[in-house]
DNA sequence: TTTAGCACTCACTTGAGGAGAGTGCTAAAA
DNA sequence: TTTTAGCACTCTCCTCAAGTGAGTGCTAAA
């Protein structure tokens, strides 16, 4: 796999530059000409035939040039790319983009604003994880009656997550009492994960306090909600920026990712399926059949070192890696340290 | 205007209807035959070529069959349009979503289920505003302490929508000071609209509490920026819908539509603009440029005789605008009927 | 007033021809 | 042995012309 001597990795990378920006199959009288590879457009037709038999190149039909395979995207993500920085627009409109979120305070309307500009930022399409709760700390829970028969339930975590549900209240439940089971719980579940609130470990506190078993069952059981059931907090930014590649003039192919962009379920499941840190997802790399055309550039974000949420960048697989790499790096390390603050 | 004899009508209705079927302009042959007027082709030719005088139709070349105006749409929808009511299968998808929805409890869940449920009923795109907090009245507020700097503001509106904003608390203050000055403000603000709210009626409660101006003007402050900012709480379903339609087959007509649905505050201000109960906008009659080749049918829904939200379906201005109507009408009497006992 | 007949229009399809970009192969040059 | 120039070849894409078919407008007869 890695047997590409010199010559052969500098007319791979000329020509993987040279598709990501033209979307055009690339000749081999182009690379001898526009990138200082002092050899004839003959040389690097023999060279090229080789990297095609490899398997890094493709052709589309028998008289066209080439273009970079799966595996060539890779080899060049792998060992090719280079590192580039941010330009000054950019770093500017992070700058500007950060002391805007310096001033929110809660994790929701964080996470939505980033998603956003990274789809501006990048122009691709932005997709973003929120914390889960599941994977949030306790931190405390506030019972407010609302009317006879209804209370809201305020649930705040660690990660500055906080979710609301209005319940019904059991009747005949006297403030005193509610406010005894809420600090108690306060008391008992601070600093445990939500996750951690299983049925088992919820029947314990059941039996604790049993004398209060209604109002306790009411909070219990949504905790353990929380605990179970997967939330859908994807955030979708740009996605009429896969209309400006060529690769998406399809209408048919367009609606797959559309469609897809609809279903919460599964783009979270894609978010989820990522490899901590910075991972590259390239075509038939994603697990979904929709994005086999498509590359996902994704980062973990952390809080107390535990990872609670992913950004990602999903354009077509020739999408200008370099860039978006460097633009995704920036962001999530910024995030992480405007998310320690909180 | 009204000038058109009931055969003119007839054959207007028969294009319309024949157009929003197939997408195809619409000869005087496929009347004749497929809808039991009895006269030749010839003659509706003539009638035709009248009705393309008078406006209602148009030809996109020579020799072509008719397609309807706008103002022959317009006329359809006024006039000419049959009541069809909900089919069997409708009618089973809307009771299954409403037990559903009456399990919820948060006006912003159920809203954003309707927004999903209206587009797979219609199979058209569907727009929903959820309540204005500035169009809820003030129910009642709570505080609830985070950390030595910080705290959670929750804010209940009788529209059932609760509102989390977290603010950084002034040092120094004591349990006791907040609770009193929090009860005041929920005794003294209770029922009134946040809209009311202005500084100018917010300042005469700072000078009646002017011994705990710091916790006080952090509260204040709060609720006027709830009045004052236009909140963008527009929620979109099904997107991908408009991709079936053979009229945004064309990208690029598809690129203005989707950058559209990205901007909330546009989307927020053309469901604003409609006007209460039922109302079916065509064409250009929508004011945004966008939209000039859409159709908008909303209908307002309702909190004790108060609009607070619409529900609207967007497609094509060849939508099937008697059926949608049907289901848009059933869905917003039936979602005023769940609101009301929230 | 309605209808049959007919010439006409115009989009759409098909196929042929030519241009252009790029290839693979061969033989000469380095 | 490696590189390069030359050349025939392949394949897409564009254009153009001819043919097809759906539908029209007009005219004259019913």
Redesign the interface.
């Known amino acids: 796999m890695a047997g590409l001597n010199e010559r052969k990795q500098k007319i791979l990378h000329a020509v993987v530059t040279d598709y990501i920006q033209t979307a055009e199959p690339v000749g081999s009288r182009t690379i001898s000409r526009h990138y200082k590879i002092a050899l004839s457009a003959a040389t690097i037709r023999n060279e090229m035939a080789d990297l095609e038999e490899l398997g890094y190149l493709m052709q589309p039909h028998t008289s066209a040039g080439r273009i970079p395979s799966q595996q060539g995207y890779r080899f060049y993500v792998d060992a090719l790319m280079d590192a580039t920085s941010l330009t000054q627009e950019e770093e500017e409109y992070l700058a500007r983009l950060f002391t805007q979120l310096e001033k929110m305070?809660?994790i929701d309307q964080i996470v939505q604003h980033t998603a956003r500009a990274l789809s501006v930022i990048t122009r691709y399409t932005s997709l973003v994880l929120a914390p889960q709760i599941k994977q949030s700390a306790f931190?405390?829970m506030?019972l407010?009656p609302?009317d006879n028969d209804?209370a809201?339930v305020?649930l705040?975590t660690d990660t500055?997550y906080?979710r609301?549900?209005?319940?019904?209240m059991p009747k005949a439940l006297n403030q005193q009492e509610i406010d005894l089971v809420v600090a108690y719980l306060n008391k008992e579940l601070s600093g445990q994960t939500i996750a951690s609130l299983t049925s088992e470990r919820l029947r314990k506190l059941r039996s604790d306090l049993y004398y209060h078993t209604d109002i306790l069952n009411v909070l219990l059981n949504m905790l353990e909600l929380c605990a179970q059931k997967p939330e859908n907090r994807v955030y979708l930014?740009?996605?009429?920026n896969i209309?400006?590649q060529p690769e998406f003039?399809d209408?048919e192919k367009?609606?797959h990712l559309?469609?897809l962009?609809?279903e919460d379920e599964r783009l979270t499941m894609v978010l989820e399926n990522v490899t901590e840190g910075l991972s590259i997802r390239i075509g038939t790399e994603n697990v979904l059949a929709e994005m086999k055309d498509c590359s996902l550039i994704t980062a973990s974000y952390h809080l107390h070192g535990r990872p609670i949420g992913t950004i990602g960048v999903l354009g077509p697989t020739r999408m200008e890696y370099a860039r978006v790499k460097t633009i995704i790096e920036e962001i999530s390390s910024r995030l992480n340290k405007l998310i320690g603050t909180l």
């Open positions: 305070r809660e931190k405390q506030r407010i609302m209804k809201l305020v705040i500055g906080i609301n549900k209005v319940i019904e930014g740009g996605a009429s209309l400006n003039k209408v367009l609606k559309l469609t962009f609809e």
